[in-house]
């Protein structure tokens, strides 16, 4: 069973409008949670991460996590053309001084014009 | 700048011919981790690293070899490459592990 799960999209959403990407993870021992943005050819970079239960807000980024249900989403209020890439969930998990970080597949995220 | 550098880029090989991607951070961070990404599958771990000396497995390390002998420093080997190993690769690192990973460029490595 794959430990982190996302929807793979694409997901379609016109300027201007909330995208909402979801998250769920199997492990409850996750301890902290990232998103990272991942534009086509390039390298994965974080934009949110999260450890708490509840909102983190960051500028139009918003996380919300809710261990119970083992859910953590991304919202991006006004979204922009630039804002269309592949987000990608990771989850971190520590054990002692390891530190293992498991990524779901990545949501692609098409913002229209 | 505060960066990861990966080397090569670009890479094609042949079946069985050794080779290693190199991958340096000019951060001070602790950890450091290889990852391989490929379509559908996302970013799968190889191997990462807590410190100097100190590595562990991931979730594929079947064919891959790393040594961590300096700090900055985090190869990634691949003795007998195999074209199933044909990926995109990246190398990432951290200030402590919980912060998040910075990632290199990434290494596109074609086996034939």
């Known amino acids: 069973q794959k430990e982190v799960e996302q929807n793979s999209g694409p997901l379609s959403v016109p300027e201007g409008a909330i995208a909402s990407l979801n998250c769920t993870y199997s492990d409850r021992g996750s301890q902290s949670f990232f998103w990272y943005r991942q534009y086509s050819g390039k390298s994965p970079e974080l934009i949110m991460f999260i450890y708490s239960n509840g909102d983190k807000e960051d500028g139009r980024f918003t996380a919300q996590l809710n261990k119970a249900s083992q859910y953590v989403s991304l919202l991006i209020r006004d979204s922009q053309p630039s804002d269309s890439a592949t987000y990608l969930c990771a989850v971190l998990i520590s054990s002692g001084s390891a530190r293992q970080l498991t990524f779901g597949s990545g949501t692609q995220l098409t913002v229209l014009p | ?112």
């Open chain 2, 1 to 112: 700048e505060a960066q990861v550098t990966q080397n090569p880029r670009y890479l094609i090989t042949v079946t069985g011919k050794k080779l290693t991607v190199t991958c340096s951070q000019n951060m001070n961070h602790e950890y450091m981790s290889w990852y391989r990404q490929d379509p559908g599958l996302g970013l799968r771990q190889i191997y990462y690293s807590m410190n100097v000396e100190v590595t562990d497995k991931g979730d594929v390390p079947e064919g891959y070899k790393v040594s961590r002998k300096e700090k900055r420093n985090f190869p990634l080997i691949l003795e007998s490459p195999s074209p199933n190993q044909t990926s995109l690769y990246f190398c990432a690192s951290s200030l402590s592990g919980g912060f998040g990973y910075t990632f290199g460029s990434g290494t596109r490595l074609t086996v034939v």
